[in-house]
């Protein structure tokens, strides 16, 4: 454990704001999905790492990729403790993202732990792959899960 709060240490002194999605590929990278886990267990952390990586896919929102896409796309990460919700509106060129479940209808949902989710947005882990393993589940529109990714600059680490 003194490794994971070694690293959780760390994390939790980072200024997420200046780490770069590269940077932040890398540190995903070099984690274990136990200690994603374990981190992911200190909720003001958790909320923090979500709300940059939420954050920050306005930027990374490729438009000309979207074309005339509209949708809503519900994210959920479960959690130790509790789940998280966030939804991304990609609409007339544009991408909003809020934190909350609304009433409106989610043309897809995207389930997953804190783990997967992490490696999924860094470009850690291959979409198609842990749909089929069972660690992302898809509710709703599969075609438009599945291409998600193109609608994103995802880092590599």
């Known amino acids: 454990m003194?490794?994971?709060?070694?690293?959780g240490?760390?994390?939790?002194?980072?200024?997420?704001?200046a780490?770069?999605?590269?940077?932040?590929?890398?540190?995903?990278?070099?984690l274990s999905a136990?200690?994603?886990?374990d981190l992911a267990a200190d909720e003001a952390l958790r909320?923090?790492?979500l709300a940059e990586v939420f954050g920050r896919m306005k930027q990374q929102f490729r438009p000309e990729a979207a074309g005339t896409l509209d949708a809503l796309i519900r994210w959920k990460i479960t959690?130790?403790?509790?789940?998280?919700?966030?939804?991304?509106r990609i609409s007339e060129g544009r991408c909003e993202v809020t934190e909350g479940r609304t009433e409106t209808e989610a043309r897809?949902?995207?389930?997953?732990?804190?783990?997967?989710?992490?490696?999924?947005?860094?470009?850690?882990a291959n979409p198609v792959t842990m749909f089929m393993m069972r660690k992302l589940k898809i509710a709703g529109d599969v075609a438009l899960a599945s291409g998600l990714t193109r609608y994103f600059d995802i880092p590599k680490a």
Request: proline letters at 2%.
């Open 2 to 7: 003194a490794v994971a709060d070694d690293i």
């Open 9 to 17: 240490a760390h994390l939790a002194s980072l200024d997420f704001a």
């Open 19 to 30: 780490v770069s999605p590269a940077e932040f590929a890398r540190l995903v990278k070099g």
């Open 34 to 37: 136990q200690q994603i886990k």
């Open 47 to 49: 909320e923090r790492v």
């Open 79 to 88: 959690g130790v403790s509790s789940d998280a919700v966030y939804e991304t």
């Open 108 to 124: 897809t949902t995207l389930i997953l732990a804190d783990a997967d989710f992490l490696k999924l947005v860094s470009g850690n």
